[in-house]
């Protein structure tokens, strides 16, 4: 079974940037992958399984920018210009059933058909 682990997270003002990284321990490039943000493991952000395709919810569009590196088995999730309504725990997650943008702006907190989930990374904006 894949395991996720996340890092990337800190403390940032508003108007800086991070930059998150999921590595995972297995092959997921038959798998959709996405970030996850909140209690509630809304979907943020996903990327189709070749990496050609990705998505965003609009409140980080243009701001957040997803990828990934199937080669290295790796998931990334860039933030710019950080708000402080960004701040909170963000996870990454794969899924092989459905389409890989079926989670934005949806709770995945109880879905059966995510596959794996990270620990989590938290990203406070604060001045």
């Known amino acids: 079974q894949v395991q996720l682990v996340e890092s990337g997270g800190g403390s940032v003002q508003p108007g800086g940037s991070l930059t998150l990284s999921c590595a995972a321990s297995g092959y997921t490039a038959a798998s959709c992958m996405g970030w996850f943000r909140g209690k509630e493991r809304e979907g943020i952000a996903a990327v189709s399984r070749s990496g050609g395709a990705t998505y965003a919810v609009a409140s980080v569009k243009g701001r957040f920018t997803i990828s990934r590196d199937n080669a290295n088995n790796t998931l990334y999730l860039q933030m710019n210009s950080l708000k402080p309504e960004d701040t909170g725990m ?6 092989a059933e459905g389409r ?18 990270g620990q989590g990374t938290q990203v406070t ?3």
């Not at 963000?90 to 899924?95: E, P, V």
Request: glycine fraction near 4%; hydrophobic fraction near 35%; proline fraction near 0%.
């Open 90 to 95: 963000y996870y990454c997650a794969t899924w």
């Open 100 to 117: 890989c943008n079926s989670f934005l702006g949806e709770s995945a907190a109880t879905s059966d058909r995510i596959t794996a989930w």
């Open 125 to 127: 904006v604060s001045s």
